[in-house]
């Protein structure tokens, strides 16, 4: 069974002070029914992996470099992040695509960065709203998961994250047909691949918030969340977490 996993994106939010949000969660979920990850922004990666080290929380990072070092100003090798603390780490996220014109070959070369450096990577795709409209929804998505994933791949080193571009920080939220239809595209798909794609985890992201989590962890072929703002904030991640506990996590 794919394991279930409440992901949190801090994306370029907290500082140290935030790190209270971190005690507060450890406070609420000692033990948690579910994995649980928090990606903050790499000054607080560190610090967090002191935090949490020996808890249930796991630290990831939200990017990395293909390369394993040289000039490459103002990046991050993935044997850094290991380093630093990380399990895990974001690529391929809609924001990275749009803001900084990275292609599903660029992720796919930062994956298989992560993965030789022993991180878990989270490897993110999604339409846009005018794909959606147009009706490519699955071409896209399905274009972005072969693409961007490595050969090697497996449950235990990669995790897919279907997010919605036109649903991300936007409040809006596709309707659980949606998600169903894509999320069971994504799992034939892998299956039709690796022969195991029943055993990897496929995460929702898009304006998940605690009043709609348990639906749509309810949805078959949904195993947790990437979680953007609702995220920031113990008490709402907390509850994003106890749904999916109550999900069969």
Known sequence: M????AAGNWK????????????????SHPAPGCDVLICPPATLIARM????SG????VGGQDCHAAAGGAHTGDIAATM?????ASHVILGHSERRADHGESSADVLAKAVAATEAGLVAIICIGETLEEREAGRTL????GQLEASTPDASSAETVVIAYEPVWAIGTGKVATLEQIAEVHAAIRDALAGR????GDFSILYGGSVKPSNAAEIFGV???????VGGASLKAADFSGIITALEASGG
């Not at 794919?2 to 996993?5: E, R, S, V, Y």
């Not at 992040?81 to 603390?85: K, M, Y």
């Not at 071409?139 to 399905?142: A, F, I, K, Q, S």
């Open 139 to 142: 071409e896209v998505v399905l």
């Open 49 to 52: 992996a002191d935090m949490t």
């Open 194 to 197: 690796f022969g195991d794609g």
């Open 81 to 85: 992040l290991t380093d630093a603390g």
């Open 2 to 5: 794919p394991a279930k996993l």
């Open 12 to 27: 370029m939010n907290g500082t140290g002070a935030a790190l209270t949000e971190i005690e507060a969660l450890q406070s």
């Open 55 to 58: 808890s249930a929380i796991a």
């Open 220 to 226: 078959a072929n949904v195993d947790g969340a990437l």
